[in-house]
């Protein structure tokens, strides 16, 4: 009886740590999916900025956007891993391409109504 109720505090305790590292994984997954719409977003006030000819404004959101990839990458397990590696390597080449327009503002982009 003196063996058997250590044990079963063990057991509980071992429970218990199960559970919270279980809970742990969840929130973290959380984490990373909140901030790839962060990034989402902000890779969508970068378009508006392009569209309204605005290179500098455009460029530091797609940086504020790669940071929030990077950070969910360090959040999210790694079946979200090559997605966002992905997602990174569009932004980047987005980002460059936006740095090309803003270093020859002769070709602005056209007006594009409600896109």
Known sequence: ???LIPALLVL???A???YKAWQVSVLRKQVAALQVEVAALRADRAKEHVLKGDFDHARKELEKS???LQQAGRHAGS???ETLKALQCTLR???AAVERL???PAKKPNKVEGG
């Open 1 to 3: 009886m003196r063996r």
């Open 12 to 14: 509980v305790l071992l």
């Open 16 to 18: 218990l740590v199960g």
């Open 66 to 68: 790669l940071q929030s």
């Open 79 to 81: 079946a979200f891993t």
């Open 93 to 95: 080449d987005t980002r």
């Open 102 to 104: 803003g270093q020859n």
